[in-house]
C-alpha cells in the first residue's frame, strides 16, 4: 500500500544543535512533498514544498529538505535548531491517489528542544 | 483575504448529539478538504469535494456527512455524535493547477463526551 512513514515518534535536541526528520514514502512515480509544522494547538503552517527540479529545497525558519529518489526520502534539516522550533512536524506526500488530489500524512514527529 | 476559515474552534457534544462543523474559503479554489486529526496518526482524509455540487468519501468517513453548499463552503456533520469522533477537525482548499499544496483551515477542537 502506498504510505507515509516518519520512523521517530519523538526526538530531543539541545538548542543549537543540527536537526534531521526523516520521511520515506512508498510511491512508484514522484510525488509532490511537504514538510508542515504545527505548534501546540495551533493549524498547520507550510514549512516547505518540492514539486520537481532542484532537490534540496529552502523553506521558511531557516529549514531545508532534500528529495532523494533513491531512498523515497525527504528528510528536513535546520542546521541549528532555536527553542521556538519545539513543535510537531508532519511530513505529507501529494499523488498517492490521484484522483483526490488530497495528501497523505505520516503520523509527526514531536520536536522537544533542550536550553 | 481571510484565507480558509473554520467555526466553531471548539466544541463539547454528548455522546448522540449532532453538530455541522463549518468551513469557508475566500481563495475561489474549486477542491475542499475535511481531515481529522488523531495523537500518533496525522491526519486522515474524511470526505472531499472537488467541485461545487460533487463529494466523495475519504479514508475514514463512517459517522460523517458533508455538504458543498457554493464553491466557498463546504461544512462536515456528525449526525449521532460518538466518543471515537473526538478529535481535532481541519479544513482545507486547494490551490487550483498540477500542485497539491493544500491551505488549511485553524482547525476545531471536537470533544465527545
Known amino acids: 500500500a502506498q504510505s507515509v512513514t516518519q520512523p521517530d515518534i519523538h526526538i530531543t535536541v539541545s538548542e543549537g544543535a543540527s536537526l534531521e526528520l526523516r520521511c520515506n514514502y512508498s510511491y512508484g512515480a514522484t510525488p509532490y512533498l511537504f514538510w508542515y509544522v504545527q505548534s501546540p494547538g495551533q493549524g498547520l503552517q507550510l514549512l516547505l514544498k518540492?514539486?520537481?527540479?532542484?532537490?534540496l529545497v529552502q523553506g521558511i525558519k531557516g529549514f531545508e529538505a532534500e528529495f532523494k529518489r533513491s531512498q523515497s526520502s525527504f528528510n528536513l534539516r535546520k542546521p541549528s535548531v532555536h527553542w521556538s522550533d519545539a513543535a510537531e512536524y508532519f511530513c505529507a506526500v501529494g499523488g498517492l491517489h490521484t484522483g483526490r488530489r488530497a495528501l497523505t500524512f505520516g503520523s509527526g514527529t514531536r520536536l522537544q528542544v533542550q536550553p | 483575504n481571510a484565507g480558509v476559515t473554520q467555526t466553531p474552534k471548539f466544541q463539547v457534544l454528548k455522546t448522540g448529539q449532532s453538530m455541522t462543523l463549518q468551513c469557508a474559503q475566500d481563495m475561489n479554489h474549486n477542491s475542499m478538504y475535511w481531515y481529522r486529526q488523531d495523537p500518533g496518526m496525522g491526519l486522515r482524509l474524511i470526505y472531499y469535494?472537488?467541485?461545487?455540487?460533487?463529494?466523495d468519501k475519504g479514508e475514514v468517513p463512517n459517522g460523517y456527512n458533508v455538504s458543498r453548499l457554493n464553491k466557498r463552503e463546504f461544512s462536515l456533520r456528525l449526525e449521532s455524535a460518538a466518543p471515537s469522533q473526538t478529535s481535532v477537525y481541519f479544513c482545507a482548499s486547494l490551490q487550483d493547477g498540477s500542485s497539491y499544496e493544500q491551505y488549511f483551515g485553524p482547525g476545531t477542537r471536537l470533544t465527545v463526551t
Open positions: 469535494s472537488a467541485s461545487e455540487g460533487t463529494t
Open positions: 518540492y514539486f520537481s527540479g532542484d532537490t
